[in-house]
């Protein structure tokens, strides 16, 4: 079967970094993406990989390893506003996104 | 600005109605998608269309159906709504490349008494 894992919750300090993971069992791969989600709205696109390594876009980055169906969203200096859930999806041999449960990362002062 | 939008954006029906859940986006996107969101779990794929007349299945498509007259346009039926229809409704769509991201409608939350 097709599975996403990403850790439920996670709490981090204003200011600070913090590493969410994702790793992914799919019958196909053709990129992997990730969502932002606050509470009461709909996803927004943050990231798309497809190829191994890191990519970095401002205060966020995404990093991909195919070999290890592993991938992790960096989020550097963070404010209250980051406070939202992070989704990973991958798209799968039909050109279809699975998602993931999604992160709820919670920003402390 | 192009944009998707989704209506009613609340919605509470009883057991056994049919229900439809609009869907409107001014992208000129070919691909559409519809997705149930529910505590726990991912999106979930209901059907999706990749242009005019093209409709398939996703994941979880029992007992809904949608039809692609046009561009625009993809609306979601429940044809007899069931509890376990109570979720938030998301519409998406995107372009016709793999590596285009998917634009989300702000939702419809759907509950069935």
């Known amino acids: 079967g097709q599975n996403i894992d990403q850790p439920t919750e996670m709490t981090a300090t204003e200011g600070a970094i913090v590493q969410i993971n994702c790793t992914y069992q799919t019958s196909g791969f053709n990129g992997l993406f990730w969502y932002q989600q606050h509470a009461g709205e709909a996803p927004t696109f943050l990231s798309y990989n497809v190829l191994d390594g890191l990519e970095e876009k401002g205060r966020f980055s995404s990093f991909l390893s195919r070999s290890k169906g592993y991938s992790y969203l960096l989020l550097k200096e963070l404010q209250m506003k980051d406070s939202a859930s992070y989704l990973c999806?991958?798209?799968?041999?039909?050109?279809?996104?699975?998602w993931g449960a999604g992160t709820k990362l919670i920003i402390k002062p | 600005d192009a944009e998707i939008t989704q209506s009613p954006r609340h919605k509470i029906t009883e057991t056994g109605r049919q229900v439809t859940l609009a869907c409107h986006q001014t992208w000129n996107h070919n691909n559409m998608f519809w997705y149930r969101q529910d505590l726990g779990h991912g999106l979930r794929l209901i059907h999706y269309?990749?242009?005019?007349?093209?409709?398939n299945k996703g994941e979880v498509s029992d007992g809904y159906s949608v039809s692609r007259s046009n561009t625009e346009d993809l609306p979601l039926t429940l044809e007899s709504a069931a509890s376990s229809q109570t979720s938030v409704y998301f519409c998406?769509?995107?372009?016709?490349?793999?590596?285009?991201?998917?634009?989300f409608g702000p939702g419809t939350r759907l509950t069935v008494l």
């Open positions: 998406a769509s995107s372009g016709a490349s793999e590596y285009n991201e998917q634009f």
């Open positions: 269309s990749y242009g005019v007349q093209d409709t």
């Open positions: 999806a991958v798209m799968d041999s039909n050109y279809q996104l699975i």
